[in-house]
């Protein structure tokens, strides 16, 4: 199907990927490029997801002329496909959920004491919405950014300078790996059983309503969005960690804020725990899953097995193919101009390895462009904000106060709830989606630190589990790589109530000529 002076709306376009999704050969390649555009390509981007998708939208921008081949029908890749958009539905049902458990039966609150609700109705949800995203996608980078692109297709790449897709050669001076990557499988008999999960394969393949029992296995930040999830919905969640979960959480309180609350919610965290085997029944589906853990062999009956143990790169394709370079972990390496090893060839996104975030996929790609383009760029992921969801969202800036005392000799600490000895009793901080547990549930309506250097009295960490901050921390971590001092954040203006209290919290201290902590 050739598209390039067809209009489609975006209902049209999701009639089109929804089809594409249910018969790709039927609906076969969709092409959209202009014949009447007789310059080479500057750059084909093989993948257009969040790096391709922003790396051809930059240089579109700057007038040149890039081409997106992707294998699925629509733009915009995993994120809204199977990773961030269903990840943030499942963990704005766990939030939901939490709140009305904790308030089951009182107020208007339904009593879910002792229910559990429907996995596979939000799964069924998310299958149905995300193509309002994906359309949304191909219509802006098609009539919004002016995007040439061959969908539906996959692309074999041939040489540094030429592709094959959709039955076509096509050629341009630059190529732009941007392939992403995918779980990295779980390594343990057992592993194909029906009822074994990854975070792709939830949303594409769940045909049946988990049991009461859930098992996830991994501690990193998608088992454990996806374990609270689980558990929000009235299961019991045995999360099961070879090493610490929540590890990349800079702060050791906030951390343990956040596990403790996922604990009380009923969380079972197992760690130093070794997959041994998962066990089938006559069907075929996981049964049960055992373990070595440090205290003795563990077995827990399951009909759903859910693991999460980080990602592995697409780089396959260009290792065969072109030679390209990888790391141990098999992430293409690049140099700050987003230069692999092969000339001519570029690297983006997941495929260049940690992080893994959409951040860097947009930036990266961004910044490939401008280096095809002639730019003398520099680009190396460094400094950035971070979270995640547990029941909560958790966010996070700097240093965590243990990395801060080994670093400076006068760090000072704002934290909410205060260290007094009932401090969980404080309803502090209250703010956005936690209002109700601070007047009823002091102890879950959040924590947050601001960790201060006492002599330059500059920002050097910030963290906070509740609601909300993750918005303010984009913008916080931008001012705190300036060097923010406690004088000029007590200088903002605060929209009162707000998730963070940093603003005034940093007022009431900025008086001190010799800072103290609070
Ligand atoms: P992708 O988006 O995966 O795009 C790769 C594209 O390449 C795909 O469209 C694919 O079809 C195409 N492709 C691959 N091979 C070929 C081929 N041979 N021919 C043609 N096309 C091909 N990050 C955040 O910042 N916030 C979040 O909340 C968040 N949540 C996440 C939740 C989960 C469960 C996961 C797994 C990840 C999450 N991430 C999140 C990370 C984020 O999703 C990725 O960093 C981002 O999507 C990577 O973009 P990309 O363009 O590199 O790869
Ligand atoms: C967002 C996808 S879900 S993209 O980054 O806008 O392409």
Redesign the pocket.
Known sequence: MTLRRGFLTISQWAEKIENALAHPQDVGPIRNIDAGDERPFDAIF????????FGAAYMRAMGGRPLI????P??????P????V???LFSDCAAELMLTRSFAGELWFPDLRGKIVSIKEVVDLFRKGRTGPHAVMNYQSKEQLDLEFVLN????ILDAGAVE?AGEIFRARALVL??????APLDAPGAHLLGVHT??SIVETLDKEPGPTIVVIGGG??AV??GCFFNATGRRVVMLVRNRPLDMIADGETRGYALDRMREQGVEIVEGAHIVEIIGDAEGRAARVIAETSTGRLEIETDFVFH?LG?RP?SD?AVETLGVEVDAKGAIVVDDALRTSIPGVYA????IGA????????K??AFAARSIMGEAVKYRAADWPD?L?THYEVSWLGLGEEAARARYSNVVVLKLPPDTPDGLNVGLPAGDRTMLYAMARPHMSGFQKLILDGDTRRVIGAHHVGYGAKDAFQYLNALVKRGLTIDELGDLDELFLNPTYFIQLARLRAGQRKLTSM
Do not use: Q
């Open positions: 093989i993948g257009g997801g969040a790096a391709g998708r081949i992707d294998r699925w629509f733009l915009g890749g995993s994120c496909h199977n990773a961030c269903p990840h943030h297709a996959p692309a074999h897709a941007a392939c992403g990557a995918a779980a975070y792709a930040k998608t969005e996806y999460a990602e697409h394709m983006v996104g997941d495929l992080p893994m975030e959409m951040f860097k996929a947009r990266s790609g979270f969801h």
